[in-house]
């Protein structure tokens, strides 16, 4: 018993301590948490916040992941993933690396994440795949996106490539708390990478191969004829003009979040130990993402390098990647705290963001969301500005080599 002894002198509740493994030292919980019977947590990175309830339902595993206060994690397994405050996480979850859950995301039973990013309130049903996407939408707990049981994203190609993240939502809209929600119905299928606006509904049992840009719509659509007599060959690749795209769209989504971290998130989670793992792990999450998109596209421009039907845009796709000044770069530069990579993105004209969040807090608002909710909306307007700029930063590079 007394190896646990020091945890439960941190009022830390173990239900019956012989059946847990904790490989990681006590400072590394908070106290008020709950932990059940069979769970396995370790990871030098790993932080565990006030008063959350890990395994009630049955046996979680946990490695290098980061948990905020009244998370509640009811059974399965995580990896390198962070979970901000009032996470709800159901029965027999599969979690893998690169994922993170903004407040009060809830997640029902059997949902899977790898590369996932879902902003506050975002709500999955159950058995869901839910691989490469990001969502956001919704202003409060009971106006929230939502994804229906059963959902799929479809997020490998018959080509074997995984150039296929999804946009349901954005970041520069997202973060602010003040869009419709994005409603994707029971036994609905995404084939990615697609981008899907705000307010758009995709009726149960339906299947989505385009993008939905028009705010507020029903989007059906029917399958593709295919007959016993069609072929397919894999190794020709038409135009990627889309794909790459809404690869990079996405990339920069993910540049203006780690912005967002940075110059505003930081003011509200650097005060302690256990939001400050929480806001660290974010960013490297972010990072994480990014990494693998940028990874993706590099295995996709090798495959379309070689068709036998060349396109342009397959030689601007290898082009790009390797401008040393474009994506590559700019992210690497970014995750290394290389100033300079930002240049005038750096901050907003005349009021940063940080700044504004000062102001909130003289305003006795010094809860991130009530402080975003509260925003007046000219100040969301030069913020949504200020991070859709990341975005365009990526994009124009492929401008740029398409035009040339």
């Not at 059997?110 to 691989?131: A, E, H």
């Not at 705010?215 to 060959?233: L, M, N, Q, R, Y």
Request: proline share 6%; with cysteine; hydrophobic share 35%.
């Amino acid at each position: 018993m007394s190896m646990y002894q020091a945890f439960i002198e941190r009022d830390i509740k173990l239900h019956n301590p012989t059946t847990i493994t904790l490989d990681m030292e006590p400072e590394q919980i908070a106290a008020g948490t709950e932990i059940f019977p069979g769970c396995r947590i370790s990871g030098k990175s790993t932080s565990i916040g006030p008063h959350c309830r890990i395994g009630t339902e049955g046996p979680v595993t946990l490695q290098d992941c980061q948990l905020g206060e009244n998370v509640t994690f009811t059974s399965g397994f995580a990896k390198q993933a962070t979970m901000l405050d009032g996470v709800t996480i159901g029965a027999n979850a599969h979690i893998r690396p690169g994922t993170l859950l903004e407040e009060q995301v809830c997640l029902a039973h059997c949902v899977g994440l790898k590369q996932t990013l879902l902003l506050p309130f975002v709500t999955l049903g159950s058995l869901i795949n839910f691989c490469d996407c990001l969502m956001a939408g919704g202003t409060i707990r009971s106006h929230h996106s939502e994804v229906g049981s059963f959902f799929v994203h479809f997020n490998f190609t018959p080509r074997q490539d995984k150039a296929t993240p999804s946009l349901f939502g954005d970041v520069p809209s997202g973060v602010l708390l003040d869009q419709p929600p994005i409603f994707l119905g029971g036994q609905c299928g995404v084939v990615g990478p697609v981008r899907i606006a705000y307010g758009t509904i995709l009726p149960a049992g339906s299947i989505c191969r385009k993008d939905v840009l028009e705010p507020g719509t029903i989007h059906t659509e029917k399958a593709p004829a295919v007959t016993s007599k069609t072929t397919f060959d894999v190794t020709r690749f038409g135009n990627i003009d889309r794909i790459v795209r809404n690869n990079l769209i996405y990339i920069g989504n993910l540049h203006a979040l780690y912005a967002w971290y940075q110059n505003v998130r930081q003011e509200f989670m650097v005060i302690d130990p256990f939001p400050k793992a929480c806001w660290q792990g974010a960013c490297k999450r972010i990072q994480q993402m990014t990494d693998e998109r940028i990874k993706q596209l590099e295995k996709l421009a090798t495959k379309a390098a070689t068709s036998p039907s060349p396109h342009p845009t397959h030689a601007h796709l290898t082009r790009l990647l390797a401008h040393k000044g474009s994506v590559l770069a700019l992210s690497h530069d970014m995750f290394e705290g290389k100033n300079g990579a930002w240049g005038k993105n750096a901050t907003m004209q005349g009021l940063t963001p940080l700044a504004f969040m000062q102001y909130n807090r003289e305003q006795q608002k010094t809860d991130y969301l009530s402080c975003i909710q509260s925003m007046p909306p000219d100040r969301k307007q030069e913020v949504r500005a200020w991070l859709q700029s990341f975005i365009e930063n990526i994009t124009s590079n492929w401008e740029h080599c398409t035009n040339a």
